[in-house]
Nanobody, 112 residues
Framework: QVQLVESGGDYVQPGGSLRLSCGAS????????VKWFRQAPGKERELVAGISFSGGTSTYGDSVKGRFTISRDNTKNTAYLQMNDLQPEDTAVYYC?????WGQGTQVTVSS
């Protein structure tokens, strides 16, 4: 089955950290770049970060630069999003995307 499955979302306090995972199956993960998006209630989906198929190149949205790090392990068919210094404005459902496939999303809530 061709799919992406996100995990790792949680409820954290401001300043906290989380690591999201995006597991791929049913396609050759290592051939595709991966992007993380997020969508907060009432807002448009926003590109958070992207990484090339090899992992050699990554890009970030301005709002997360210096706080988030995208990575991947092609031996595990998994991409990651390390999120540090989380703030309430980071609250959203986070989605990964690769090869035209979307995951179901994982909820991140940042609140004191």
């Amino acid at each position: 089955q061709v799919q992406l499955v996100e995990s790792g979302g949680d409820y954290v306090q401001p300043g906290g950290s989380l690591r999201l995972s995006c597991g791929a199956s049913g396609f050759t993960f290592s051939r595709y770049g991966v992007k993380w998006f997020r969508q907060a209630p009432g807002k448009e989906r926003e590109l958070v970060a992207g990484i090339s198929f090899s992992g050699g190149t990554s890009t970030y949205g301005d709002s997360v630069k210096g706080r988030f790090t995208i990575s991947r392990d092609n031996t595990k068919n998994t991409a990651y999003l390390q999120m540090n210094d989380l703030q309430p404005e980071d609250t959203a459902v986070y989605y990964c995307n690769a090869a035209g496939i979307w995951g179901q999303g994982t909820q991140v809530t940042v609140s004191s």
